[in-house]
């Protein structure tokens, strides 16, 4: 292949090789005659051969151009048939025969076999010497190959360079793209487009199915596993050897890029690791370091999130199995993360991968996606802040009796169930979510004892205000305050039920 140089960019153009139809137009060849075989003149050229000995199957390889003066040759029509079917399968570019001295011509039963096999055969004038045919086809190829490799290079110093500069891998498909011109895409292993070129749209996938049509892949390894695939459309023409090696360039230059993003991920997931861990163990103080720290990690101080716990069926301490699932989980969940634009903040203990959840990211579609059948998921309520996270992470560690693999439980889910069972904490959790709107009221307890009331005669108005011994108007005034602040529904039964759940816990504190 050659390069066409245009505005300072190579495309691929050409072929690299020589074929049998192009060494015909050599000086040496002018005056041959192909005269079978026809159909195959496609074929290319890798070597030339000179052999007159009675058995040449020994000295021949796949792709040779075979000269012969024939003197060995066979003369009868069964031998000459064998001959050349064994030289077809043989895999030759080409049979040229030096005519006339031992064969006038070339015999017609060889010529009827070549034709049946589509092998080429050549007449050859007898004073063309056979050394000038092998040294001008000889030096074709070693020129080609030689343009090859300076070509090669080329690419290669061009990808190597875009690799210096490249911002993502989205950078590296458009440099080759712009090399080869061909559409490719850079695929993960387990499926998912990270990057395209020409831009836009999905990759035309339409000739998978179909292997001769199949794109070309070529494997991106890291420490030989597999971090991705760079996969290049063909739709029928197969890529060519120049087009490969920059394939293949182009695979390591993405690899040393995957390797160094997976460093820098690295170095800033233990730096969140580091920060979160600090937060749920709530040693962190809101000082100017810190909050700069903070920003840096994608944690808004004045922000609202749930706290996640994700827990693994393995047993504990892990085994080096154990670990590699819950590695593989938090990669999947800090893309999962990235995805729904929040900040990859987790920690990693034994089984257990905590996170946290911006209030605006739906816990539901997260765990669609992670879900599996080894997997528990908890979600607590939402806090702001610092204390916050520290306020969801003792929810979702209160759930942790309750784990059954495949499952998602937010912290909500369990806390009536928690209270009929008599968890000491969960009917302090309980009250709290309940009330804790109205005890931020400068009036607060009188609010709270006011909703009890109404709970113990089962929202009767009149036998409330009668128990409190108020006017039914202030007992009005008072709910309306309630549910102003708390959002109470006295109509809902499932309201209903947990105020007079409340009500029944209140009453055995009070014993």
């Known amino acids: 292949?050659?390069?066409?140089?245009?505005?300072?960019?190579?495309?691929?153009?050409?072929?690299?090789?020589?074929?049998?139809?192009?060494?015909?137009?050599?000086?040496?060849?002018?005056?041959?005659?192909?005269?079978?075989?026809?159909?195959?003149?496609?074929?290319?050229?890798?070597?030339?051969?000179?052999?007159?000995?009675?058995?040449?199957?020994?000295?021949?390889?796949?792709?040779?151009?075979?000269?012969?003066?024939?003197?060995?040759?066979?003369r009868d029509e069964d031998g000459l048939d064998r001959l050349i079917a064994a030289m077809a399968g043989r895999g030759l570019a080409g049979l040229g025969l030096a005519v006339p001295n031992f064969f006038e011509r070339m015999p017609l039963a060889a010529r009827r076999a070549a034709d049946a096999h589509h092998l080429p055969l050549l007449e050859i004038p007898w004073e063309i010497p056979f050394s000038s045919i092998t040294e001008e086809i000889h030096r074709s190829i070693l020129s080609l190959q030689r343009d090859l490799l300076e070509q090669s290079e080329a690419i290669h110093k061009k990808l190597m360079k875009a690799g210096l500069e490249a911002k993502s891998l989205q950078d590296l498909t458009d440099t080759l793209h712009s090399l080869i011109g061909r559409e490719v895409w850079i695929e993960h292993p387990e499926g998912g487009v990270l990057a395209k070129s020409p831009a836009g749209g999905k990759p035309d996938l339409s000739e998978n199915g179909q292997s001769e049509h199949a794109p070309y892949e070529c494997p991106i390894l890291i420490k030989r596993e597999p971090a991705a695939v760079l996969k290049i459309v063909q739709h029928g023409h197969p890529l060519g050897e120049l087009e490969i090696r920059a394939a293949e360039s182009a695979a390591v230059v993405i690899a040393l890029h995957l390797s160094q993003q997976r460093a820098l991920a690295s170095l800033e997931t233990q730096l969140g690791y580091s920060f979160l861990e600090s937060l749920l163990e709530g040693v962190v103080e809101p000082t100017s370091q810190m909050l700069q720290r903070a920003q840096i990690l994608?944690?808004?101080?004045?922000?609202?999130?749930?706290?996640?716990?994700?827990?693994?069926?393995?047993?504990?301490?892990?085994?080096?199995?154990?670990?590699?699932?819950?590695?593989k989980l938090a990669v999947?969940?800090?893309?999962?993360?990235?995805?729904?634009?929040?900040?990859?903040?987790?920690?990693?203990?034994?089984?257990?991968?905590?996170?946290?959840?911006?209030?605006?990211?739906?816990?539901?579609?997260?765990?669609?996606?992670?879900?599996?059948?080894?997997?528990?998921?908890?979600?607590?309520?939402?806090?702001?802040?610092?204390?916050?996270?520290?306020?969801?992470?003792?929810?979702?560690?209160?759930?942790?009796?309750?784990?059954?693999?495949?499952?998602?439980?937010?912290?909500?889910?369990?806390?009536?169930?928690?209270?009929?069972?008599?968890?000491?904490?969960?009917?302090?959790?309980?009250?709290?979510?309940?009330?804790?709107?109205?005890?931020?009221?400068?009036?607060?307890?009188?609010?709270?004892?006011?909703?009890?009331?109404?709970?113990?005669?089962?929202?009767?108005?009149?036998?409330?205000?009668?128990?409190?011994?108020?006017?039914?108007?202030?007992?009005?005034?008072?709910?309306?305050?309630?549910?102003?602040?708390?959002?109470?529904?006295?109509?809902?039964?499932q309201q209903q039920f947990e105020l007079q759940l409340a009500e029944r816990v209140l009453s055995l504190q009070d014993k």
């Open 332 to 493: 999947s969940l800090k893309r999962e993360l990235q995805d729904l634009h929040a900040a990859p903040l987790l920690s990693l203990s034994q089984n257990h991968i905590t996170f946290l959840l911006p209030e605006r990211c739906p816990f539901s579609r997260l765990w669609e996606r992670l879900r599996s059948p080894d997997v528990a998921m908890f979600l607590s309520r939402t806090h702001q802040g610092f204390a916050g996270v520290r306020q969801g992470f003792a929810e979702v560690s209160s759930l942790l009796p309750y784990t059954v693999p495949g499952r998602c439980c937010r912290f909500e889910d369990l806390l009536v169930h928690r209270v009929l069972i008599g968890e000491r904490e969960a009917r302090a959790q309980f009250l709290e979510k309940l009330f804790q709107p109205l005890m931020r009221d400068k009036n607060g307890e009188v609010l709270v004892e006011t909703v009890i009331a109404a709970a113990r005669c089962g929202f009767h108005l009149k036998k409330a205000a009668e128990a409190m011994c108020v006017h039914p108007k202030t007992l009005r005034y008072r709910l309306d305050r309630a549910i102003s602040l708390g959002g109470f529904d006295f109509q809902d039964p």
């Open 298 to 327: 994608g944690f808004d101080p004045g922000g609202v999130y749930s706290v996640g716990l994700l827990v693994l069926s393995a047993q504990v301490p892990l085994s080096r199995d154990g670990v590699i699932r819950r590695e």
């Open 1 to 74: 292949m050659k390069f066409a140089y245009k505005e300072g960019v190579s495309h691929c153009a050409g072929v690299s090789v020589v074929k049998l139809m192009d060494a015909l137009n050599l000086d040496s060849l002018r005056r041959a005659t192909v005269v079978a075989g026809t159909q195959a003149l496609e074929r290319t050229v890798r070597w030339v051969n000179v052999v007159d000995v009675p058995d040449p199957l020994p000295w021949v390889r796949e792709g040779d151009l075979l000269l012969t003066t024939g003197y060995a040759w066979p």
